[in-house]
């Protein structure tokens, strides 16, 4: 079974305190798994990826001089954001559809998906932060989310969330920019409970790195010039925080 490119590594020259993470940043579905049984406008959707995270993310990198580890492959196939033994991480269902690649998955399959691309994200991951080790704070990964689920709307424009460590998102709520617009909110539209935190809290907490994941209403991020302005959003906003670490101002 080919399955591509499933991880991505963009680096930059060290050393560098922060890295960047966005799991769902491709739509792609391998040849050999056709349309997974799905219409064009669900592939296209969010249920096959983040619209406008990875843009976001690269943006975000530059700003902060940092490396971005990215997906390659759609979350339909497998979400790198959640473990192997979680419903989620080959769903069969994704908000109103039914994924019919992924019902009775025989469990070759399944060991086929996670050794091919669970396994290459996680160890990607692993070896740059081991590279990295003697600088690198922090770890952020970057998401976005549709403005309207299960048809209610969602006020919220940015979240920060955290999974086990909060220190970090809960000292971004407190350093928020001044002229901020967004409707920020802590551990909202997700939190750990949905199994978000994956990442963060298998990567970043057992190598003791500082960690937060953001989550950015996708109609906010759909042309360049707002892509623009959200990563010098985050990217400033990030930077500061961190800065209080350093200082030892946000322990």
């Known amino acids: 079974m080919d399955f591509g490119t499933v991880v991505h590594t963009d680096t930059v020259d060290g050393p560098y305190s922060v890295m960047l993470v966005c799991e769902h940043a491709s739509s792609r579905i391998p040849a050999f798994l056709g349309d997974m049984g799905l219409p064009v406008g669900a592939l296209q959707s969010h249920i096959a990826w983040d619209p406008g995270a990875l843009a976001v993310a690269k943006l975000m990198a530059t700003r902060l001089s940092a490396p971005l580890v990215y997906g390659g492959v759609s979350r339909l ?78 006020e919220v424009e940015l979240g920060v969330l955290h999974g086990a460590d909060d220190r970090f998102a809960r000292a971004m709520m407190t350093t928020a920019p001044a002229d901020q617009t967004y409707e920020t909110r802590l551990n909202e539209p997700y939190s750990a409970a949905d199994g978000v935190a994956h990442t963060l809290d298998a990567q970043a907490l057992p190598n003791g790195l500082l960690n937060v994941m953001i989550e950015i209403r ?34």
């Open 77 to 154: 196939v497998y979400d790198c954001n959640r473990p192997p033994e979680a419903a989620g991480a080959m769903p069969t269902r994704s908000e109103d559809y039914q994924i019919p690649a992924n019902v009775d998955l025989s469990e070759e399959e399944r060991e086929s998906r996670i050794k091919s691309i669970y396994r290459p994200f996680s160890r990607a991951l692993s070896e740059l932060i081991s590279q990295n080790r003697d600088t690198l704070e922090l770890m952020v990964t970057v998401h976005s989310f549709t403005p309207i689920y299960h048809g209610q709307t969602r």
């Open 218 to 251: 996708n109609d906010l991020i759909q042309t360049p010039e707002q892509q623009e302005a959200m990563a010098d959003c985050l990217a400033s906003w990030i930077a500061r925080t961190l800065a209080e670490f350093q200082k030892g101002g946000a322990a």
